[in-house]
């Protein structure tokens, strides 16, 4: 019997979501019996507050994938940090026509280089073509309001979606978070390209999952430079190490060294893009059309939101960076964003024969508008975004040190009392509240898998609905092997809590620990802070495939 500690890592976020549906309700219940005697480690799951819900089809006769926005509907938006109305209007100019974007021939590839390689000379035209964005009417769509209105209006609720008025479309927190960014990224590069006549302009990547990377780079707190922010939080300006697992709620607690959050923050990388991201839908997010919800995948959590967080200002609001209607009024918005588009492409080169990318219409015909650097409004589907290089522009190599960074079981082949009084997932009641650490065993379907069905199926530990506010993991646990992810969430102030999931993988993590013949395994969940406003409603091992 293999035991496994799983550490609910709460981290509070910027996002979220209108209340929907309940999960099924299963026969799990979680009473912790602190007396039980266990002479091996927990699995360490770290469920920080996830900012996604469970993907519910409202109405399934509505199905279809998710349609450009009609620009006429849009309304006003809802800061989601504080769930009242936005005192902005997020809308974009109107326009008559729209036409179905054609990729231009490809000649010479925009490069974007990593932003601590950047030269002085490359810094310069930046900042140029930002200063000209600035300065261009505030009634072009192209100007720099205008373009972090984009990201306001997509992700601040302020379009139904096409085909459902009863539900407001979210680009976040689904299979659309990629896709969606990238085109983001796409005409924002070229409208800068355009300002200062350089078809080969590229915008600079953060590349923060690199310790070289780890801080705010000068370029982004210059005095007098159009790519600085005065809407940051002091505290974390350089040289402060960038925290990937940083949670606000907890920013008041002493931090560890420099070398512990940069270790933190390889081992998070590394479960984020390799031991937790093994399925498609675990990566990209779960699948979201008209008449259903998001649900986040490994790629879209974790150390994007806690890097925004981390940058905006330490306030209920979090602007600029902590907030969806104001993050883009930060240049290093760009650059952050522009490092996940890099990361989504190195995990794809780390697939090999493995599936890439979805195959299902309802995900390939996805599509949205964006003004290009013509003014014109295009429509553009997330088919034509798998591939990077395809829509001219390409990134700079650096090292990836994180992929090196697997954790090491420090201890191995120790069992579970079987004399214990844990509780088994069937004689439990559910929701269970996470006031205090709570251990329950949990069977495992299959054991001593071969490799054929390793390669087959991932073993993934479920815990369904999850309600929750805000928490934080214990950072001294981050670099255990024992540890299997974080899972975030958003503060929110809707009157009905966000019940969410997550799925984390367990077979490389079983065989670290050589337990891949225990018949159960022990989870722990262990909430740092706000457990007494956290609850499951379930808990199970499933086997998925493509």
Not at 89 to 111: A, G, H, Q, W
Not at 241 to 260: I, K, M
Not at 433 to 448: A, E, Q
Not at 474 to 479: A, C, I, K, T, V
Request: with cysteine.
């Amino acid at each position: 019997m293999a035991s496994l500690p799983l550490s609910f890592c709460l981290l509070p976020d910027f996002f979220t979501k209108p209340p929907h549906s309940p999960p099924r309700q299963s026969s799990v219940s979680c009473n912790a019996k602190d007396g039980g005697k266990l002479d091996r480690r927990n699995l360490l799951i770290g469920i920080g507050g996830f900012y996604g819900g469970a993907n519910l089809v409202s109405s399934p006769s509505l199905a279809a994938p998710i349609s450009a926005p009609d620009l006429s509907k849009c309304t006003t938006g809802t800061d989601l940090n504080t769930n009242q109305p936005l005192d902005v209007n997020c809308c974009p100019p109107p326009s008559e026509k729209i036409t179905d974007y054609k990729m231009p021939p490809v000649t010479t590839l925009r490069f974007r280089p990593a932003a601590h390689l950047a030269s002085k000379e490359y810094i310069a035209k930046y900042e140029k073509a930002v200063e000209l964005m600035k300065a261009l009417p505030d009634d072009d769509p192209r100007n720099f309001i205008q373009q972090a209105n984009v990201h306001c209006a997509y992700c601040n609720l302020t379009y139904p979606q096409t085909g459902d008025s009863a539900l407001k479309l979210q680009v976040h927190n689904s299979w659309l978070f990629y896709p969606w960014h990238r085109w983001y990224l796409y005409f924002y590069e070229r409208i800068l390209g355009k300002l200062i006549d350089d078809p080969t302009f590229g915008l600079p990547f953060w590349n923060w999952d690199n310790p070289d990377g780890m801080v705010i780079l000068e370029m982004f707190v210059k005095n007098g430079s159009p790519l600085s922010d005065a809407r940051r939080n002091p505290a974390h300006l350089p040289p402060v190490v960038a925290d990937l697992n940083y949670s606000a709620q907890n920013s008041s607690d002493p931090s560890p060294d420099p070398s512990q959050i940069i270790r933190n923050n390889l081992n998070e990388m590394y479960l984020e893009m390799v031991r937790n991201a093994v399925k498609l839908e675990d990566f990209y997010g779960a699948k979201y059309v008209i008449g259903t919800e998001p649900d986040p995948g490994a790629g879209t959590r974790g150390s994007h939101t806690a890097l925004h967080v981390w940058v905006g200002e330490p306030t209920t609001t979090g602007e600029d960076m902590g907030n969806f209607y104001s993050a883009g009024r930060d240049s290093i918005f760009f650059s952050h964003h522009a490092n996940i588009d890099r990361l989504w492409s190195v995990w794809r080169g780390l697939r090999g024969e493995k599936p890439k990318e979805f195959t299902e219409p309802d995900w390939l015909n996805a599509n949205f508008l964006f003004y290009d650097e013509n003014k014109n409004l295009v429509r553009v589907k997330v088919k034509d975004t798998l591939e990077n290089e395809k829509m001219g522009y390409t990134f700079q190599k650096v090292h990836n040190p994180w992929l090196t960074k697997r954790p090491i079981a420090r201890t191995k082949k120790s069992k579970v009392a079987t004399t214990s009084p844990l509780p088994s997932v069937a004689e439990t009641v559910i929701p269970v509240k996470l006031d205090k650490v709570v251990k329950v065993l949990v069977d495992r379907p299959k054991k001593s898998r071969s490799k054929q069905d390793k390669e087959k199926e991932e073993e993934l530990l479920v815990i369904e609905g999850i309600e929750v506010d805000t928490a934080k993991f214990p950072e001294e646990l981050l670099d255990k092997a024992e540890y299997a992810g974080c899972y975030s969430q958003v503060p929110h102030k809707n009157s009905t809590k966000v019940k969410s999931r997550i799925r984390l993988a367990l077979t490389e993590l079983l065989e670290d620990l050589e337990v891949e013949d225990d018949d159960k395994i022990l989870v722990s969940l262990v909430p740092k802070a706000g457990g007494e406003d956290i609850s499951i409603g379930g808990i199970k091992i499933i086997y998925a495939s493509e």
